[in-house]
């Protein structure tokens, strides 16, 4: 009933699995002849895998054994009980849950939510264990399915561990591998700066260094327009590197277009 799916989905709660992260409720489904199936609750385990639990198994005959005044009005009801079982377990195995999708561990847990209700239906029919297992179905209680579920909650967290490790070593791979390029790029750069500087170097001598260098050439022109104002000719200096004979020279403006 609603109030063994509270009691399961209070054991889940404190297994510390997530709802919507590590299981669901009431996710329905088609299976390959297209019939809509809806387990109660699908544990998701690591690696695409699952695990089905259902709490359907009818208690009614428990509630009768509670309420009975004599030992034959019990005996009646906890025969009832273990037919209950029995059925469900049958029922459990025509519904394949099994083949929910690929990756699905082959048993399905069929939660009984009082621990009473499972130690007299065992009582009853000592065999009913061990036939649900041949149907690949293990019969679990709070207390089972708890250490159950905190097996898996810790199974998760080493895999979130895993993970994180894996990434940390994605990063760190990455990280190193941006710093051989770095350093290789870098290494270019001083190559680079070398050549730069020689180059530099270079023009630092064509520019101030020599005879007829760049500086010397403009410091002769800077005299050349100084002494043209007046009169080039009257300079009387000696220009190894230019012409005196200048003639209509012309002025292009390159503002103009």
């Known amino acids: 009933g609603s109030w063994g799916e509270m009691i399961l989905e209070s054991v889940l709660e404190y297994s510390g699995l997530i709802k919507g992260v590590h299981y669901e409720t009431q996710e329905s489904y088609k299976d390959e002849e297209c019939r809509t199936k809806r387990p109660d609750v699908v544990i998701k385990l690591p690696g695409e895998r699952t695990i089905i639990i259902d709490s ?6 428990y509630d009768t054994f509670i309420r009975a005044e004599n030992e034959e009005e019990k005996l009646i009801a906890s025969k009832g009980l273990a037919r209950a079982f029995l059925e469900h377990i049958t029922t459990l195995d025509s519904k394949d849950y099994a083949h929910y999708r690929h990756g699905t561990l082959q048993y399905v847990f069929m ?8 130690s007299i239906a065992i009582q009853q029919d000592p065999k009913l264990y061990e036939y649900a297992l041949k149907k690949h179905i293990a019969i679990v209680t709070p207390s089972t399915l708890t250490i159950s579920l905190r097996t898996i909650y810790l199974y998760w967290q080493s895999e979130q561990s895993s993970t994180l490790a894996t990434k940390l070593f994605e990063e760190a791979g990455k990280m190193y591998d941006k710093m051989v390029g770095f350093a290789e790029s870098f290494k270019k750069i001083g190559a680079q700066l070398q050549t730069l500087t020689s180059t530099y170097d270079n023009a630092q001598k064509q520019l101030s260094e020599g005879s007829g260098n760049l500086l010397g050439r403009v410091e002769n022109l800077k005299k050349l327009g100084a002494k043209a104002t007046k009169n080039l000719k009257d300079a009387k200096l000696e220009y190894h590197d230019f012409s005196t004979d200048i003639e209509d020279v012309e002025i292009l403006d390159n503002h103009k277009e």
Do not use: H, R
């Open 56 to 61: 359907k198994v009818s208690l009614n005959s």
């Open 111 to 118: 939660f009984v939510p009082i621990e009473g209700a499972f």
